[in-house]
C-alpha cells in the first residue's frame, strides 16, 4: 500500500517505521519544511494518507484528502467542534475520514470499559467523577481529545452530567477534567469515582508512542477502498 504522511513530526516518524516494517511504500512527506507547496495533485500517488499534523492544519489537509479522492485517517486532535460539518463534507463528496481521538487498541478497549462503569454508576449519584489526564510538554492542545471522548461517554451515561470543563470543579452538573503536561509522558488517563467511603480508578498509561502509531497504520489498511465515516470502534467491531 502507498501511504502519504501528512505532519512528519515524532508520531510521523513512528508511523513510518510501522508501516515500512508491514510492508508499505511512503510516498509523500509533508512537515513544516514543505506545507505551503503540498497540493492535493501530489496526494493522488497514495492510496491512503495519515494526516497527524496541526489543529489549525488539519481541515485544510484534510479537504486536500477529499479534493484528491484519497482516504484520510486523521489522528490530530483540538479540532472537535469542527468535527461534525468535516464529516457532513465527507458523505456529501462521497469520500473517506477515519477519525479517532486516539489510535492505540489499548485505549479504544479502555473507552469500552469507561462506558460499562458509567453506565453502572450512574445509579450511585454520591460518588463526584473526575477525569486526570497528563501528556508531554510538546502537545499542542489540552485537554487531550481522549480525554474529551471519555468525558462524553461519562456525559452520556451518567444523568448528573451535563458538560465538562477543563478544570477541577464543585458544581454537581460539571466533569472536571484535570490536565498535565509532564516532560515526555506519552499518556496517561484515569478516571476516578470517589466518595466518602471508597474510591473506584480506571487508568490507562501508554508505555510510548509505538501503540499509537501502530493503531493509525491498522486504520489505514482497514480503510482502503472504503467510503463514508469511520472510527476506532467500525474497525473493532468489524476487524474480519
Not at 12 to 31: F, N, P, S, T, W
Not at 58 to 84: H, M, R, S
Not at 201 to 229: D, Q
Request: hydrophobic letters at 40%; a negative charge.
Amino acid at each position: 500500500m502507498k501511504i502519504a504522511l501528512i505532519g512528519y513530526g515524532k508520531m510521523g516518524k513512528e508511523i513510518e517505521q510501522i508501516a515500512i516494517a508491514r510492508g508499505h511504500d511512503i510516498v509523500l512527506k509533508v512537515d513544516i519544511s514543505n506545507a505551503s507547496s503540498f497540493t492535493s495533485e501530489e496526494l493522488k500517488q497514495a492510496d491512503v494518507a495519515i494526516e497527524f499534523s496541526t489543529p489549525e492544519a488539519v481541515i485544510n489537509n484534510i479537504y486536500k484528502c477529499f479534493e484528491a479522492g484519497v482516504p484520510v485517517v486523521v489522528g490530530t486532535t483540538g479540532w472537535q467542534k469542527e468535527l461534525d460539518e468535516v464529516k457532513q463534507n465527507c458523505n456529501n463528496k462521497n469520500q473517506t475520514l477515519f477519525y479517532s481521538s486516539n489510535y492505540s487498541i489499548g485505549v479504544n478497549l479502555f473507552f469500552k470499559i469507561n462506558e460499562y462503569l458509567a453506565k453502572l454508576m450512574n445509579s450511585y449519584p454520591d460518588y463526584s467523577i473526575s477525569i486526570e489526564e497528563i501528556h508531554h510538554i510538546h502537545k499542542l492542545d489540552a485537554p487531550s481529545g481522549t480525554a474529551i471522548s471519555l468525558a462524553n461517554q461519562i456525559i452520556e451515561n451518567v444523568d448528573l452530567k451535563n458538560k465538562w470543563v477543563n478544570d477541577l470543579t464543585e458544581n454537581k452538573n460539571e466533569l472536571g477534567i484535570l490536565s498535565k503536561r509532564i516532560d515526555e509522558v506519552p499518556g496517561t488517563h484515569t478516571v476516578s469515582y470517589s466518595s466518602a467511603v471508597d474510591e473506584i480508578n480506571i487508568t490507562h498509561i501508554a508505555h510510548s508512542r509505538k501503540g499509537f502509531a501502530l493503531g493509525a497504520v491498522i486504520a489505514a489498511e482497514w480503510v482502503k477502498n472504503k467510503k463514508g465515516v469511520f472510527s476506532m470502534n467500525d474497525l473493532l467491531n468489524n476487524s474480519h
